[in-house]
């Protein structure tokens, strides 16, 4: 009887084995980063950052200061207001859209809240300018993209932001006017 | 089931005792030698000296000035930071960080120094950048923006990369 079941016993156990192999996270699930999501309009506070996205837009063309933003493509424009929670960090803006990471723009110098260092209880709103394809918003996971703020590029076991946006329904303008950022909430 | 509860006791005595051991052997390479590296803050009184990286350091005054009053930028107050320094045994390399602390929000959050944050001009006779590699006296003064209203009773951490993990609590 015991000669019987070691056959198949020992094909379970193999099968086990095969199915621990296959299932162990690999890095990019161990080192994935700790997120906490939100809205639109939420207030969000991740261990390094306290944001709240105000509004989302898309545009053909963006003002911004004396800087003028052309694109092939178009631009996300977010409006947020950002700030550091415990000491002075970074801030970076990415959209990912069906997997593919789009960063925000550094052609503005420090011009968005993105790309530069937040303080802790110092909000500071303006805009985020990401450029993407001119035809995005038929792109395969266009309703469901994710905008994520973190500390730095490197976002691996580190807290970051993340909403879902759906760009399918939003309208494209033909010409923003943006403001530098300035202090305060909206 | 208590039949092989009772025939396996000791197997089970000893998955007791050995699984929490293994978690404990386990944590020994990474997790003490983390808490040994975690900045251990010692608490010094405004005016009280303490020789530390191979110096004498006294906070001789510490105050929140009004942002407004002193033309900060909107929604900040201006902290002040004076020290006594005598580097007297300074270590071959020492960077030396100084902050703002306050737990007021519940929670502890930090501020760097700034330069020229509102009309408040530290005098000539101060030095602006704190310094532990050089044998010799200064009187240093700092200045730290922080969120008006919201810090009322400031610590300033001074560190130095020559004496760590310990670092100061000023106030």
Known sequence: ?186 | MSAWVRRNRWFLIALGVLIPTAIVVSLVPRWFPYQEIQPQPEAVELGETVRYSGADIQLTALEVLDGAEVGAAAGADVVVATFAIDVVEPPEVALCRVHIVSNEAGFERFWDSELFVSDYRVPDRFEQTCSLSEVGSYDLQMTFLVPRGEVLNPVVELSSSAALPRVLRLS
């Open chain 1, 1 to 186: 009887m015991r000669r019987a079941l070691a056959v198949p016993a020992g094909l379970g156990l193999l099968l086990l084995a095969f199915g621990v192999a296959y299932s162990t996270p690999g890095a990019p699930q161990v080192e994935a980063p700790f997120v906490v999501t939100g809205g639109v309009g939420d207030q969000i506070v991740s261990q390094h950052l306290v944001a709240t996205v105000n509004d989302v837009a898309l545009a053909e063309v963006v003002e911004l200061n004396s800087w003028t933003g052309t694109t092939s493509g178009v631009w996300l424009v977010v409006d947020a207001t950002v700030e550091a929670r415990i000491e002075r960090t970074g801030v970076e803006a990415n959209l990912f859209i069906a997997g593919v990471r789009y960063p925000g723009t550094n052609r503005t110098s420090t011009d968005t809240v993105d790309g530069r260092v937040a303080d802790a209880g110092f909000p500071v709103t303006g805009a985020i300018l990401i450029e993407l394809p001119a035809d995005v918003q038929t792109m395969p996971g266009a309703a469901a993209a994710v905008l994520r703020l973190s500390p730095g590029i490197d976002a691996r076991l580190d807290s970051v932001i993340e909403l879902t946006l759906d760009l399918t329904p939003l309208d494209v303008a033909g010409r923003v006017e943006l403001a530098t950022p300035r202090d305060g909430a909206r």
